[in-house]
Nanobody, 115 residues
Framework: QVQLVESGGGLVEAGGSLRLTCQSS????????MAWYRQASGKQRELVAR???????YYADSVKGRFTISRDSAKNTVYLQMNSLKTEDTAVYYC?????????WGQGIQVTVSS
């Protein structure tokens, strides 16, 4: 049962922009934070950005000033606006929803930035 669905990935030239969308199933309740992670080929999965239900956000140093995470609770959706993309941003991006004692992952979506 797919509960988190990512969209918006693809191929973009360096310097370009993409917006990722993660649609969460309404069955996932009491979520206190949603996040985007990424995993480049041959590397470990890393946290990119996170938004708490309070509105607080966290960004990895590598994306600060370029990426923006936002959440529309009414639509059970979280977004990742990615600007000034670099080749090193190339990775599979995963959405995650956290609630107490449990986390849900999306299937991932490829983002490729060409030079």
């Amino acid at each position: 049962q797919v509960q988190l669905v990512e969209s918006g990935g693809g191929l973009v030239e360096a310097g370009g922009s993409l917006r990722l969308t993660c649609q969460s199933s309404p069955s996932i309740t009491n979520v206190y934070a949603m996040a985007w992670y990424r995993q480049a080929s041959g590397k470990q999965r890393e946290l990119v950005a996170r938004v708490h239900v309070s509105g607080g956000t966290y960004y990895a140093d590598s994306v600060k000033g370029r990426f923006t995470i936002s959440r529309d609770s009414a639509k059970n959706t979280v977004y990742l606006q990615m600007n000034s993309l670099k080749t090193e941003d190339t990775a599979v991006y995963y959405c995650k929803a956290d609630r107490v004692g449990q986390g849900y992952w999306g299937q991932g979506i490829q983002v490729t930035v060409s030079s």
